[in-house]
């Protein structure tokens, strides 16, 4: 800045800056001290502590367990620390995602349930796992998980839950979700889907994306609970599975419900009316985005 500073007394100092070409900004710019918030040793440690307890964990799920659990922390620099102590995981490449029809959208909980079939391996053979899972709450409501993969395997998945989620009687007007399989369009299971007052909504065939929210849960389930595993025989894989039944409803932060586990979404869905309609306004945004 000696340029400015020789002809200050001479020129203006904008007629200097056109003709030496030194903006006037560089001119006042004074460089200040950046005051770094550093991460304390402890909060440091719980970050790398976590993602090593659950290795298949993003940087985002990461921070939200860390923040469920009281300890706040940036995004940025859970981001930031599993760099520098290689515990990144690879950016998911997520396929492009076909608009669902015109199907049943639930507003709250206890509205709408999916429910499919996912395979289980096991040094002893295949097995196979039945899920029910809540579209609203996200929340896994109960399962059946057997040797054979019949519509009653099927049935009893869906008598768990209510029995789970409802001590026996399933609310009036609960929906459920299903494809085309043998086991759900078998009059044995629409029957007892009678008898327990709930109504089936069937998806068209070879459109799985309309069967999206327990597809994509039972890859999560997979990803989390099964393929870091090999199970020996169908009574390990029992126990890992009841296991990751918890865990997943307890524990588990869910990206689509403000990072939060499944039961703690329900609980501040129904008795915090602030966060009720904050959520409810998201909702709105993302369905009319679709």
Not at 7 to 35: A, C, W
Not at 74 to 88: C, G, I, Q, T, Y
Not at 180 to 194: C, L, T
Request: glycine fraction near 4%; charged fraction near 30%.
């Amino acid at each position: 800045m000696t340029v400015i500073e020789d002809l200050r007394s001479d020129m203006p100092l904008r007629e200097i800056s056109r003709v030496s070409g030194i903006s006037l900004s560089s001119f006042y710019y004074t460089q200040k001290e950046r005051n770094v918030n550093r991460l304390s040793h402890q909060i440091e440690q719980d970050i790398i502590r976590t993602a090593s307890e659950r290795p298949t964990y993003g940087y985002r799920r990461v921070w939200a367990v860390l923040r469920n659990n009281g300890t706040r922390v940036n995004r940025k620099a859970v981001r930031r620390v599993l760099r520098e102590r290689n515990l990144s995981l690879p950016y998911a490449q997520h396929k492009g995602r076909t608009k669902s029809r015109n199907l049943f959208r639930p507003t709250g909980p206890d509205q709408l349930w999916e429910t499919d079939i996912t395979y289980i391996p096991t040094e002893q053979g295949m097995t196979y796992l039945m899920c029910i899972k809540d579209c609203f709450t996200k929340e896994w409501q109960g399962y059946q998980y057997s040797r054979s993969c019949l519509s009653r395997d099927a049935i009893m998945a869906v008598e768990d839950a209510v029995m789970r989620a409802f001590d026996g009687e399933a609310p009036e007007g609960l929906v459920l979700r299903v494809d085309n399989g043998p086991q759900y369009i078998a009059r044995q299971f629409r029957s007892s889907m009678k008898l327990l007052r709930i109504s089936l909504e069937y998806i068209q065939k070879h459109t799985p994306e309309d069967n999206g929210n327990i597809e994509s849960f039972h890859g999560s389930l997979k990803t989390d609970y099964v393929w870091p595993f090999e199970f020996s025989d169908y009574r390990e894989a029992s126990v890992a599975i009841e296991n990751a039944f918890t865990d997943y409803n307890e524990e588990r932060p869910h990206s689509s419900i403000d990072y939060l586990p499944p039961r703690e979404f329900r609980k501040k869905f129904l008795n915090d009316k602030s966060f009720r309609e904050v959520y409810t306004k998201k909702l709105e945004v993302k369905i009319n985005e679709k």
